[in-house]
């Protein structure tokens, strides 16, 4: 299967962002067990 550079884009696109709010919710939950 080959993969043209805009859909290696997007999947890079919807990837990343993901695992930023992932990481960005965990460290969220961290604060509210701390309070």
Do not use: H, R
């Amino acid at each position: 299967m080959e993969w043209t550079p805009v859909e290696i884009g997007i999947a890079s696109t919807l990837t990343e962002p993901f695992a930023g709010s992932v990481t960005i919710s965990a460290q969220q939950d961290g604060l509210n067990t701390l309070d």
